[in-house]
């Protein structure tokens, strides 16, 4: 009797969404301003300590404690306290993404006509 070896796991490439910033965080003298944000698809470790539940509303203290552990490049918890209220609704936006169904994603899109 022959054995079938299990399928080897299939890696994905995480999930990325681009946020360009339009407040960009100006940081010390000669150190260049971030005007774009990486954010990517949080994992397990990223979530310890947050209610998910606070991060799919768009919780705006969530989403400052969590925009360090998943934003490149690199802005601390401060500088994310001082994102202007149009960005971080914008990464907010973005990070509630990352926990929608594709056919949440979907009905929004038709629901505002896209």
Do not use: W
């Amino acid at each position: 009797m022959s054995e079938t070896a299990p399928a080897a796991p299939t890696s994905k490439a995480p999930v990325a969404e681009t946020v360009v910033l339009l407040c960009p965080i100006e940081r010390g003298e000669g150190a260049p301003s971030v005007d774009v944000l990486t954010l990517r698809k949080p994992k397990a470790g990223d979530l310890r300590g947050l209610n998910i539940q606070s991060l799919m509303v768009g919780d705006v203290a969530s989403t400052i404690a969590i925009l360090p552990r998943i934003c490149s490049p690199y802005i601390t918890a401060h500088e994310a306290a001082q994102l202007e209220a149009e960005d971080i609704a914008e990464v907010a936006g973005t990070i509630m993404g990352f926990f929608m169904t594709s056919a949440q994603k979907t009905a929004i899109r038709q629901a505002l006509g896209g």
